[in-house]
Nanobody, 124 residues
Framework: QVQLVESGGGLVQAWDSLRLSCAAS????????MGWFRQAPGKERDFVAV????????YYAASVKGRFTISRDNAKNTVYLQMNSLKPEDTALYYC?????????????????WGQGTQVTVSS
């Protein structure tokens, strides 16, 4: 069982930066692929970024590639999402998720554990 707690969300202006953190419980954090998803009001929960167990492989949604960076610190059981050049369309509830899949996955049903989310609001 893995419990995930996100933090770092807030209200920022366009072009600002934020870093989200996701702290995980459990001794097997280093074996999970970790992902970030986001959900805007009235919309589906969409994939944002994923990182494999070692941190050596990452993958991003086209809408955030070049602006967001996912990373992890297995010694601290934490995954991060550095978000730069934020846009109003990035406004959403951001969720951290863990997948037992060995490789890289991007679909919601491949993730086994979810956090409660942290709100990011970007004003224009």
């Amino acid at each position: 069982q893995v419990q995930l707690v996100e933090s770092g969300g807030g209200l920022v202006q366009a072009w600002d930066s934020l870093r989200l953190s996701c702290a995980a419980s459990g001794r097997t954090f280093g074996s999970y692929a970790m992902g970030w998803f986001r959900q805007a009001p009235g919309k589906e929960r969409d994939f944002v970024a994923v990182i494999n167990w070692s941190g050596g492989i990452t993958y991003y949604a086209a809408s955030v590639k070049g602006r967001f960076t996912i990373s992890r610190d297995n010694a601290k059981n934490t995954v991060y999402l550095q978000m730069n050049s934020l846009k109003p369309e990035d406004t959403a509830l951001y969720y951290c998720a863990a997948s037992r899949t060995y490789g890289i996955v991007t679909t919601r049903n491949r993730f086994d554990y979810w956090g409660q989310g942290t709100q990011v609001t970007v004003s224009s």
